[in-house]
């Protein structure tokens, strides 16, 4: 469909200049014809759709007789426009297949439309799935993810804040293992983290009640009838992170019910498949009368793996709940119970955060804390159903 113009039309010349061949506008149309108006409007399509030139915020107002201004308005869906003028620049839009420069438009409202999320090991399940549940919910919102992977090393975590500080991302998101928190204060980018405790709340953070859930995983072993329990646990000096609430929690219900709890302390920041494979085979090793264990998946299926291998029977002999409830337990067998950590929510609620910080306003908690549910399997002898 042709429809006619206010302003002259556009007719393309094209010329060298300093080895760059550039479109260059010249009016001509004025008082031509409607079968000359069709013959340029083909032309300068062409042209642009040939990827000699972008098309540019005032090729779309030429071509739908309006000013720049009318076109930002409606390609922002910013000010009034009425809907036969919305209509001529969506479809100059169209023909044209015009994007708007980001790039231009983010430097002036100095902003990116980007959040980083560093992460301490993509590799490992817990973290892969969170780095693609906050790339989805940022995706929504219109934000774009630039994931760092720490790889383990805390100098690395230190090195990528210390990028993102000097360029252009408008907040962050840290669900790093560090134990070092001073560049995070020093940071002039807002900042949510998951799990880690910061002073008096300078830094929110989003996490999980893991103290109930250490108190959960304890009460589905010693109802399984376990009353020598081994769990994997990290360091003492984690403390600033809410997940060392569940170690804690899990040892004083094992001994409240008189049992017995031996723990096996794990490498600092270590996920690695090989690593969680030798801790199993000497645990198992060190502790052959165990009859129940607690840890993390990774550990767990490893524990797993170790115990069938000596010939232990599961659950009858041994029985073991494993923690975050990744996909990675999916295709194990015997299904395995687990604590599963609403990751679909943490993003959520993490990025919502985030943006709240972003945005300046003032927030009503700067602590969240969501539940996890316990799922049944038969590694502690039932079936599979779900548990609050």
Not at 12 to 25: A, F, S, Y
Not at 104 to 114: D, F, Y
Not at 178 to 187: A, D, W
Request: glycine share 8%.
């Amino acid at each position: 469909m042709i429809f006619a113009v206010k302003n002259p039309f556009s007719v393309l010349c094209l010329r060298e200049k300093e080895g760059e061949k550039r479109g260059e506008i010249l009016r001509g149309c004025k008082g031509r014809g409607a079968g000359a108006v069709k013959a340029d409007r083909a032309r300068l399509n062409a042209y642009f759709q040939a990827g000699e030139k972008m098309a540019g915020i005032q090729d779309v107002a030429r071509l739908a007789g309006v000013g720049t201004g009318t076109v930002s308005r409606v390609i922002n869906g910013s000010g009034y426009v009425s809907s036969k003028t919305r209509d001529r620049v969506e479809r100059a839009v169209a023909e044209l297949s015009y994007t708007p420069n980001e790039l231009a438009r983010n430097l002036l409202q100095n902003r990116s439309r980007i959040i980083a999320l560093i992460v301490p090991d993509l590799s490992y399940p817990f973290f892969a799935e969170l780095a693609c549940a906050v790339e989805q919910r940022l995706m929504v919102q219109g934000y774009k993810t630039m994931i760092c992977n720490a790889v383990r090393q805390s100098t690395n975590e230190e090195e990528h804040l210390s990028m993102l500080d000097r360029n252009i991302v408008d907040g962050v998101l840290t669900a790093t293992h560090s134990l070092k928190h001073e560049q995070y204060f020093r940071s002039h980018k807002p900042i949510v983290s998951f799990d880690m405790f910061y002073h008096e709340g300078e830094i929110p953070m989003v996490t999980v009640d893991h103290e109930r859930g250490g108190r959960l995983a304890a009460e589905e072993l010693l109802q399984a009838g376990c009353r020598r329990l081994l769990q994997f646990r990290d360091a003492e000096e984690a403390g600033r992170f809410s997940f060392m609430e569940r170690h804690r929690a899990f040892e004083e219900s094992v001994h409240s019910a008189g049992a017995k709890c031996r723990n096996v302390y794990l490498e600092w920041n270590e996920f690695r498949e090989d690593y969680y494979a030798e801790i199993a085979e000497k645990a198992l090793s060190e502790h052959p009368d165990v009859d129940g264990i607690f840890g993390t998946d990774g550990i767990v299926l490893h524990c797993m793996r170790a115990a069938l291998m000596r010939g232990r029977k599961i659950p009858e002999e041994l029985r073991l709940v494993a923690y975050d409830g990744t996909k990675a337990l999916n295709t194990a067998y015997p299904s395995v119970t687990a604590l599963v950590q609403p990751i679909e929510k943490l993003a959520e609620a993490g990025v919502k955060l985030l943006l709240q910080r972003i945005e300046g306003k003032k927030l009503r908690r700067d602590k969240i804390v969501l539940s996890l549910k316990l799922r049944r399997g038969m590694t502690t002898g039932h079936s599979g159903r779900r548990s609050g």
